[in-house]
């Protein structure tokens, strides 16, 4: 799942309760710690690294902060031309290494057990959105009018982003990542020309750097509607997609040569350990099953009750069987 580290589950909160999140993201040991929390608790057939998309920013020259509330700040931004000159290219072997060193940790840790690990990274666009606005937006207004604003900067923003992104990516699975997956949160707030004329172009590079490495890319775009056929085009590997259509209409628009992964609503996790099964069944109608991750169609919500997240896990799991 995706977010499957987190707070829904009291052996994290106890772990978060010691330390601010970005000490937890920059401590390989806690870090390893709280990834492996969901394998042995909920039984999920794969680890999610923790750690946060935004730390390839601060590794470009932006340093953020996570306070207890109100989301991540950036202590400055890239509002205008000039910033993004000064922005530099990450180097994630030696400003991010924390996030390769927990990866190690954790394949060793799993070693046996058939269980693999895998690495993230934000997508450029998403990236730009928090470097130019400096905190979370709904809708990233000022953003979006800078690369209107700034076409051929907000190109080389990208670019230089989708470099440092690549080569964090490529960090991990140096370091034991079995796959990545890419995440474009903001993506649903671009138009489906503009996406693919603008931003799909470094998106492919990422992917096409990172398999290069023989890993599979996962590509998730939320509010995706408008842009699966971008995201079929992209080159990944498998497309994960959020609840807002069904996914046997997603194969229908994207074809079969790509694997899906979802989709379903998060807040259904909210219902019974049987509605939640009745759900995955219905998630499922229809589909031929290959080339089908079961996940959910965004992150896991942190007042979810655990035993529904298990729920959710061995509904999956059964279906498969």
């Known amino acids: 799942m995706m977010r499957q580290a987190g707070r829904y589950l009291p052996q994290y909160r106890r772990v978060r309760a010691g330390v601010d999140f970005l000490t937890l993201c920059r401590t390989p040991s806690l870090?390893?710690?709280?990834?492996?929390?969901?394998?042995?608790?909920?039984?999920?057939?794969?680890?999610?690294?923790?750690?946060d998309i935004l730390v390839v920013l601060e590794a470009m020259g932006l340093p953020i902060e996570f306070p207890e509330q109100g989301g991540p700040k950036l202590a400055r931004t890239v509002s205008s031309p000039g910033a993004v000159e000064e922005l530099h290219i990450a180097e994630p072997e030696k400003q991010l290494s924390y996030v390769g060193e927990a990866i190690s940790l954790c394949v060793e840790q799993l070693r046996g057990r058939g269980v693999p690990v895998l690495g993230f990274a934000g997508a450029p666009f998403t990236l730009a959105c928090y470097a130019i606005e400096g905190k979370t937006s709904r809708d990233f207004t000022a953003a979006r009018q800078f690369f209107y604003q700034y076409p051929e900067v907000g190109t080389q923003l990208l670019e230089k982003i989708g470099e440092s992104v690549a080569l964090h990516l490529e960090m991990q699975v140096r370091a034991g990542a079995a796959a990545v997956q890419v995440f474009e949160s903001w993506g649903g707030l671009l138009g489906q020309s503009f996406y693919r004329e603008r931003v799909l172009p470094v998106m492919r590079q990422v992917i096409a750097r990172v398999q290069s490495l023989g890993v599979p890319v996962i590509f998730y775009l939320n509010g995706s509607v408008q842009h699966l056929e971008s995201m079929a085009g992209s080159g990944a590997d498998v497309l994960s997609v959020d609840w807002r259509l069904p996914l046997r209409e997603v194969r229908e628009r994207v074809g079969t040569e790509v694997s899906?992964?979802?989709?379903?609503?998060?807040?259904?996790l909210h219902s019974t350990p049987d509605a939640i099964a009745q759900q995955v069944r219905e998630m499922f109608s229809g589909l031929d099953m290959r080339g089908i991750v079961g996940n959910l169609g965004h992150g896991i919500g942190s007042e979810t009750p655990v035993e529904n997240a298990r729920a959710f896990v061995k509904a999956v799991q059964g279906y498969r069987a």
């Not at 710690?33 to 690294?49: K, R």
């Not at 899906?260 to 259904?268: I, K, S, T, Y």
């Open 31 to 51: 870090a390893a710690e709280v990834t492996l929390q969901p394998v042995d608790e909920l039984g999920v057939d794969a680890a999610v690294i923790f750690s």
């Open 260 to 268: 899906l992964q979802g989709n379903l609503d998060p807040v259904a």
